[in-house]
C-alpha cells in the first residue's frame, strides 16, 4: 500500500510568484489536511478538504487556497509569494471514519 | 486563545533512561491528542492518539496520559533508545478540525 506522497521534494519560488503543491493520498483515503511548518517550530493547519468540500480552515489568509479532486487527491496553491512562506509545507490524509492522520514527508519552499 | 505548549524544548539522555515529555494546552474543549515523531527534514509519524474521553495510551515502551481538565499530556518513553532520537510533536484536535501543534521536544539519546 502506497503512502501519502507529495511532489516536488523542494522548491525555490521568488516573491510575488505563485506556487502549486501537489499530494496524493494514501489509498482510500478520503479527508486531506494541509499544514505549514517554519523551522523549529511545529506545524500550524492550514485547511482541510473531505470528499472535494474545504472542511476547516485555519488563520492563513485568502492567497491559500485549495483543491481536492475526485481521486482524493489535492492541492494547495499559494499566490503572491512572501519570504515567510518559506516552510515545509506538510499534507496528511485520514481514512473514513478515521481520525489519526497520515503525513506526507513534505514540500520544502524557500521563497527568495 | 487555543495554544500547545511543549516542555522542555530538548532533552538528551543516556540510553537506557526512563523520560517523560510534557504537553499543555490552553483550551480545554479538545477533540483528541495525538503524540507524533518527526525525524530531520521528514514527515510526522503518528505514536499515539488519545480521545477527549480517555486517560492514557499505550504502545510498546511508550505511554501517553491524558489530563484535560488540567490541560495537561504527558508522553512517558521507557529504556530510552538511540533510535528513540528525533523531535516529538504534541497536537489537539478541536471540533472544527483545527489541529493546533506545540513546537516539540526535540530528544537526543546516547549510546
Known amino acids: 500500500e502506497t503512502g501519502v506522497t507529495q511532489s516536488p521534494t523542494h522548491l525555490i519560488k521568488t516573491r510575488g510568484q505563485q506556487v502549486t503543491l501537489r499530494c496524493s493520498s494514501q489509498s482510500g483515503h478520503n479527508t486531506v489536511s494541509w499544514y505549514q511548518q517554519a523551522l523549529g517550530q511545529g506545524p500550524q493547519f492550514i485547511f482541510q478538504?473531505?470528499?472535494?468540500?474545504?472542511?476547516g480552515r485555519g488563520n492563513f489568509p485568502p492567497r491559500f487556497s485549495g483543491l481536492q479532486f475526485p481521486n482524493y487527491s489535492s492541492e494547495l496553491n499559494v499566490n503572491a509569494l512572501e519570504l515567510d512562506d518559506s516552510a515545509l509545507y506538510l499534507c496528511a490524509s485520514t481514512p473514513p471514519g478515521g481520525e489519526t492522520q497520515y503525513f506526507g514527508p513534505g514540500t520544502r519552499l524557500l521563497v527568495l | 486563545k487555543q495554544e500547545v505548549t511543549q516542555i522542555p524544548a530538548a532533552l538528551s539522555v543516556p540510553e537506557g533512561e526512563n523520560l517523560v515529555l510534557n504537553c499543555s494546552f490552553t483550551?480545554?474543549?479538545?477533540?483528541?491528542l495525538q503524540w507524533f515523531r518527526q525525524d530531520p527534514g521528514k514527515g510526522l509519524t503518528s505514536l499515539l492518539l488519545i480521545q477527549s474521553s480517555q486517560r492514557e495510551q499505550t504502545s510498546g515502551r511508550l505511554n501517553a496520559s491524558l489530563d484535560k481538565s488540567s490541560g495537561r499530556s504527558t508522553l512517558y518513553i521507557a529504556a530510552s533508545q538511540p533510535g528513540d532520537s528525533a523531535t516529538y510533536l504534541c497536537a489537539v484536535t478541536y471540533n472544527n478540525n483545527d489541529m493546533r501543534f506545540g513546537a516539540g521536544t526535540r530528544l537526543t539519546v546516547k549510546p
Open positions: 478538504y473531505y470528499r472535494e468540500e474545504e472542511n
Open positions: 483550551d480545554s474543549a479538545i477533540y483528541n
